[in-house]
């Protein structure tokens, strides 16, 4: 069974640009959740897609982040502009009902 | 607020030795609880779950759950360098798929 794939691996931008990342969950989750892992924290979540639905993005900030799942499959996380706190690994991860998460590699992103 | 407390460690323990890592949460609704094992710059990795009260095994380690205390902890016997991460206790609420991660405690295990 494929794993979730994340990409790109590593990001460095400046502050107030944007950014996009991808991911692709096990094929047949229908869930899929973006997190964001500071240095030396669990990870946090920022959104939660039922299908291509959103169930949750109650810890997203809005004003800067938005996230899609158009088809149901793969989704895209945006950070738009950037801050130096966004600094942060991005990990996507995929479930089926019942069953535990599996994590993607992650986006380690790093803004300077 | 749910919240899912960990010791961040270091925890240090010699090769061979039993690690004993502790989770106590604030949710008493909570019904699975999980463990991730975190190795520096890779993804959390599940190597255990837990749903009801009483000791699970698999292998060298042992996942042990007191609703009543709100506590679960995971055991590794036997432990090894390869074992040295970060270990993540994350909780699910009954009726939740989004559960709530601790912040992890970093293992040790020096030769």
């Known amino acids: 069974e494929a794993g979730v794939a994340q990409s790109p691996r590593y990001k460095i931008i400046e502050k107030r640009q944007s950014v996009a990342f991808w991911c692709n969950p096990i094929?047949?989750?229908?869930?899929l959740y973006w997190y964001q892992q500071i240095l030396g924290q669990g990870p946090k979540l920022l959104i939660q897609?039922?299908?291509?639905?959103?169930?949750?993005d109650s810890q997203l900030p809005k004003d800067r982040f938005s996230a899609e799942r158009l088809k149901g499959v793969d989704s895209t996380l945006k950070i738009q502009p950037a801050k130096l706190e966004d600094s942060a690994v991005y990990l996507c991860?995929?479930?089926?009902?019942?069953?535990?998460?599996?994590f993607g590699s992650g986006t380690r992103l790093t803004v300077v | 607020q749910k919240e899912v407390e960990q010791n961040s460690g270091p925890l240090s323990v010699p090769e061979g030795a039993i690690a004993s890592l502790n989770c106590t949460y604030s949710?008493?609704?909570?019904?699975?609880f999980f463990w991730y094992r975190q190795y520096s710059g890779k993804s959390p990795e599940l190597i255990m779950s837990?749903?009801?009260?009483g000791d699970k095994e698999d292998g060298r380690f042992t996942a042990q759950l007191n609703k009543a205390s709100q506590y679960v902890s995971l055991l590794i016997r036997d432990s090894q360098p390869s074992d040295s991460a970060t270990y993540l206790c994350?909780?699910?609420?009954?009726?939740?798929?989004?559960?709530?991660f601790g912040r992890g405690t970093s293992l040790i295990v020096h030769p």
């Open positions: 991860a995929s479930s089926a009902e019942s069953t535990g998460y599996t």
């Open positions: 094929s047949g989750h229908a869930t």
């Open positions: 897609f039922q299908n291509n639905g959103v169930v949750d």
């Open positions: 949710d008493r609704g909570s019904q699975s």
């Open positions: 837990i749903y009801s009260n």
């Open positions: 994350a909780v699910l609420s009954g009726g939740s798929y989004i559960p709530t």
